[in-house]
């Protein structure tokens, strides 16, 4: 379906041409290296970025805030849309949700920032209607911030790099590698966004060929794409880890803008002749099937024609490939084949940035039209994703033909994508057009013995299997039934201004911040000790590690305002007593600081000193670490290195980490994110002592650290930080990033 060319090329006549040896390579004429130095305060070799606009949801935005007013904040220096898509069913922990929602409106006043009220539109799709522009480069607290399609690069960050905006620093990144993504030829009928982004992901996630690189999307194939189909792929380049994207623009593009009454946003951005870049990939769309990502992941892509060719191979493999990651619980897909050899699903849903989009639904609806759901098992609920859209929708009576085939149509709502809504129940299979499908991302619980799966799939083909009432069913054999005409959109911007307080520019400094009784300051958190000595209380040995793992998404997420509380959720869904295990070795610290001796730590003294390595119990701060081979992949939250933190996480040891923004997260709470090529060399429950730390991060020195066997034994370990930054040292050092800028403002 594409080819990826691992070589540097450069674009020269609408083609891809690889290097010669000894040709100049520059990436300053690509999309991405223009957009970026056009937004660079330095000129030492890094970027030094200062955003357009950021945007936060409503279980990010608190912690911001918090963090911000305790590192200075007094206004927003930049838009900051504030948008309340993620905790809306305010159905966990009684009033807790929309006290964070008047909590975000009373920042907004007192701070100048945009705030859209609950069910007026998910995060993403605001910002496409309402704040990119060509050129512009805005910056979120979520990972899928992507709105290149529309000319804007998004970068999605953990909370403490949109901290720095508000405190007037920069986001400051290496120049990152750029991939051209070549798309030629067109899609055949009833393939849509969602297949094209699932064959990418497949294509290229387990390889890591665009990990924390920019995706240049150029070609023939874009032009032949309506807005909705781009935006729909583009929002899913954050499943192939990439860093960014960024595309060309065109007339399509214009015509966006008009509707959506901002014209004045946008201008062509084309690729200049010669561009240099550090690999590609030639996309033909034409190739294209419908797909379906397997669980439990976006990379696990086939194509539904080979799924129901081969049921219970593809089938099975899927299933013990998912019974290997979890945890005390068996999920079964074989029996979803029928003795006809049919796979039969539970739930479908069209929801969110993905699949929400106006084109999406208009698509389903055409399928779906004088069609049935049926009244067994199957069910099927459609969230366009802002109620402009549901407005557009329900006057074109496209909202009609979905309803009058059985399905449900609800509010703009992120729920479904995170596991906050639309659970499954146990052992059922759901098809659904969202971003991801991670372990328990659907809302089930494990350790209470719940489990469910989900595929990833097309709109398209969702509605087909739908009109086939629960039978798996591309959309791509159809044929010309999925052939549809798109109704005209006409964008109604008045329902936001009768809803959206927008005080950008307005900062009423006088106005109190609006407290419920769940939102809580962050603890103090230590500095670092000259030497360190680390329990490591988690040892994970799979492949990759999410960050749903490290702290689930779901109803927990209605605890995000408590630092205390949110923690005690920490890898609850992985190893369920990391928690008790990582304030026990608090515990030991807490002695420490009191002067009083407990035999634990003090055998590890011993064994160390009796070894040659000297020790100062004074001078070392005890705390837990975990190890995973490579964690952090999916969500930008930074709640997957705070809620280590709390409980007194210090470290992190990896043989490599899954994304930037995960390991710039652990930076920013003062988690040292360790390197290693031999996790072999210790175990969980076994210590390891790093000596000089706090030298050997001012210095650049080469770590010392030994490994302490519960039998006495000592061995040295090598470990590595991986690439830091001044700031980042500094930060490391402090013990957090608030701690960063405390000290920055008493200086």
């Known amino acids: 379906m594409m080819k990826l060319i691992d070589q540097k090329v450069k674009y020269v006549k609408g083609s891809v041409v690889p290097l010669e040896d000894g040709e100049a390579f520059d990436r300053s004429l690509t999309l991405s290296g223009r957009i970026l130095a056009a937004h660079s305060t330095g000129a030492d070799g890094m970027y030094h970025i200062r955003f357009d606009s950021l945007t936060s949801h409503d279980i990010t935005y608190v912690n911001i805030i918090q963090t911000a007013r305790a590192s200075g904040l007094t206004k927003f220096p930049m838009p900051y849309v504030l948008t309340n898509c993620h905790n809306t069913l305010c159905a966990v922990g009684g009033t807790i949700n929309e ?14 920032g945009i705030y859209v009220p609950p069910c007026l539109a998910v995060i993403h799709s605001y910002n496409r209607e309402m704040m990119t522009g060509c050129g512009k480069m805005i910056l979120g607290s979520d990972s899928h911030t992507r709105y290149g399609a529309l000319g804007t690069m998004g970068i999605g960050e953990g909370g403490g790099e949109l901290v720095k905006q508000l405190i007037n620093q920069t986001y400051d990144l290496s120049q990152p590698q750029v991939i051209l993504v070549h798309v030629t030829g067109k899609v055949k009928p009833g393939i849509g966004p969602h297949d094209v982004a699932l064959a990418l992901v497949g294509a290229v996630y387990h390889s890591g060929f665009v990990r924390n690189k920019v995706l240049e999307f150029v070609g023939e194939g874009i032009h032949g794409l309506s807005q909705d189909f781009r935006n729909g792929i583009d929002v899913m380049t954050t499943e192939t880890a990439c860093l960014s994207s960024i595309w060309e623009t065109d007339q399509e593009t214009q015509r966006y803008y008009q509707i959506h009454g901002r014209e004045e946003d946008y201008r062509q951005l084309s690729v200049a002749e010669g561009a240099c870049y550090d690999g590609a990939i030639e996309l033909d769309l034409s190739e294209i099937s419908s797909m379906i990502a397997l669980p439990m992941h976006p990379s696990y892509a086939v194509r539904i024609s080979d799924l129901k060719e081969h049921p219970y191979e593809l089938l099975k493999e899927a299933q013990d490939r998912s019974n290997r990651q979890l945890n005390g619980v068996t999920m079964d897909l074989v029996s979803k084949i029928d003795d006809r050899g049919r796979i039969h699903v539970d739930q479908g849903i069209i929801a969110g940035c993905s699949g929400g989009i106006y084109e999406n639904i208009c698509a389903a609806a055409h399928i779906l039209k004088n069609g049935d759901c049926g009244n067994g098992e199957f069910r099927l609920s459609v969230y366009p994703d802002s109620l ?3 407005f557009a929708l329900a006057r074109n009576g496209v909202l009609a033909d979905v309803t009058a085939s059985g399905a449900i149509v609800r509010e703009a709502f992120c729920g479904p994508c995170f596991g906050a809504g639309e659970t499954p129940a146990n052992g059922e299979f759901s098809i659904r057009h969202t971003t991801r499908n991670f372990p328990n991302r659907e809302g089930s619980k494990p350790a209470e013995g719940q489990i469910a799966a989900v595929g990833l799939m097309d709109a398209r083909s969702i509605a087909a299997t739908a009109r086939n009432q629960g039978i798996l069913t591309g959309a791509d054999e159809l044929g010309e039934e999925a052939v549809y005409e798109v109704p005209p959109f006409t964008f109604d911007q008045g329902i936001y201004e009768k809803r959206v307080y927008n005080g950008w520019g307005k900062a009423e400094p006088e106005t109190e911040l609006v407290f ?27 492949p990759v590690t999410t960050t749903d793992e490290l702290i689930p998404s779901g109803e927990t997420s209605s605890f995000r305002s408590n630092p205390l509380r949110l923690a005690q959720f920490a890898l609850g869904r992985r190893d369920p007593q990391y928690v008790s295990k990582a304030e026990a070795v608090a515990k030991l610290d807490a002695m420490r600081r009191a002067s009083k001796t407990e035999a634990e730590s003090e055998k590890v003294y011993a064994a160390l000193n009796s070894s040659g390595v000297a020790t100062s119990a004074a001078d070392t701060l005890i705390e837990s670490c975990i190890y995973a081979n490579k964690p952090g992949d999916g969500s930008a939250r930074e709640q997957a290195a705070s809620c280590q933190r709390v409980p007194g996480g210090g470290a992190n040891i990896a043989q490599e980490y899954a994304t930037k923004r995960y390991r710039t997260n652990c930076i920013n709470w003062g988690i040292v994110p360790f390197e290693t090529k031999m996790p072999d060399a210790f175990k969980e429950g076994d210590w390891i002592f790093v000596k000089g730390i706090r030298e050997s991060l001012e210095k650049n020195t080469p770590v010392k650290a030994y490994v302490v066997e519960s039998d006495g034994s000592v061995s040295p370990l090598a470990l590595t930080y991986g690439t830091l930054d001044e700031q980042e040292k500094e930060t490391l050092l402090a013990g957090c990033l608030i701690n960063y800028n405390r000290n920055r403002i008493k200086h």
């Open 99 to 112: 006290d964070d929602h008047r909590f975000a409106l009373s920042a907004a006043h007192k701070y100048g």
């Open 388 to 390: 402009p859209v549901y």
């Open 516 to 542: 419920g009784p769940n939102i809580k300051d962050w603890p103090e958190i230590p500095a670092l000790s000259d030497d360190l000595l680390l329990k490591v209380v988690t040892y994970i040995d799979d």
